[in-house]
């Protein structure tokens, strides 16, 4: 149980277009999910927290106009990377957890390259 | 200082051998914490989920929390050429607040 998923796994753009990446939880309803940002050899890094039907809440220094975040159901939320340029290829990560559950499930990941 | 410490490694043993992960904190709200596993190139994968202190089994692996030192580890026993990854440790204060991870501890256990 309690697996995510993320579409596309990879993508490759060119600079100035928009990317879109999907989040889903499979086999439960996930009333909050996470995205992270992971550069090579580092940690997680949080930029943004949804709650279904709300607004995101993002972390300090995360360009809300820049990272779109959407969570229009309890088992989808998509990231949209606006007007990508070279400096935003990372490591995209989403997580997904339910009320009173402490723990998060993440997906397998996206990988953004914008050339 | 961060509110999580947690030795990057890398760490290399031979296989079969008991590995130790340890992660310090400073936060003493935090009270559930985590073990993650994160292979190349994918996702992080929950290992281990505990929230009281003492020891809690699964398999071939360890979790241990003691919130009077603020100390946590995963021991890894029989360790296996596929245990090669990267463990993150990952602690919050409930309330569906955020994670606050480790810098995560490269592990290469050799044939």
């Known amino acids: 149980g309690a697996v995510v998923s993320q579409h596309p796994s990879w993508v490759i753009c060119k600079s100035g277009t928009s990317v879109k990446i999907e989040c889903r939880s499979l086999d439960f309803q996930a009333t909050t999910m996470f995205w992270y940002r992971q550069f090579p050899k580092q940690s997680l890094m949080l930029m943004a927290t949804?709650?279904?039907?709300?607004?995101?809440?993002?972390e300090q220094g995360v360009e809300k106009d820049k990272f779109l975040i959407n969570h229009a159901s309890l088992t989808l939320s998509t990231l949209t990377v606006t007007s990508a340029h070279p400096e935003d290829s990372s490591f995209y990560i989403c997580?997904?957890?339910?009320?009173?559950?402490?723990?998060?499930?993440f997906g397998p990941g996206t990988r953004l390259l914008v050339l | 200082q961060k509110e999580v410490e947690q030795d990057p490694g890398p760490l290399s043993v031979p296989e079969g051998a008991i590995v130790s992960l340890n992660c310090t904190y400073s936060?003493?709200?935090?009270?559930?914490f985590m073990w993650y596993r994160q292979y190349s190139r994918k996702g992080p994968e929950l290992l281990m989920y505990t929230y009281s202190s003492g020891n809690k089994e699964d398999g071939r692996f360890t979790a241990q929390v003691d919130k009077s030192s603020k100390y946590i580890s995963l021991f890894i026993r029989d360790s296996q050429p596929s245990d090669s990854a990267t463990y993150l440790c990952a602690m919050s204060s409930g309330g569906g607040n955020k994670l606050t991870f480790g810098t995560g501890t490269q592990l290469k256990v050799e044939l």
């Open positions: 949804s709650n279904e039907g709300s607004k995101a809440t993002y």
């Open positions: 936060n003493s709200a935090f009270q559930y």
């Open positions: 997580s997904a957890t339910m009320t009173n559950l402490e723990t998060q499930y």
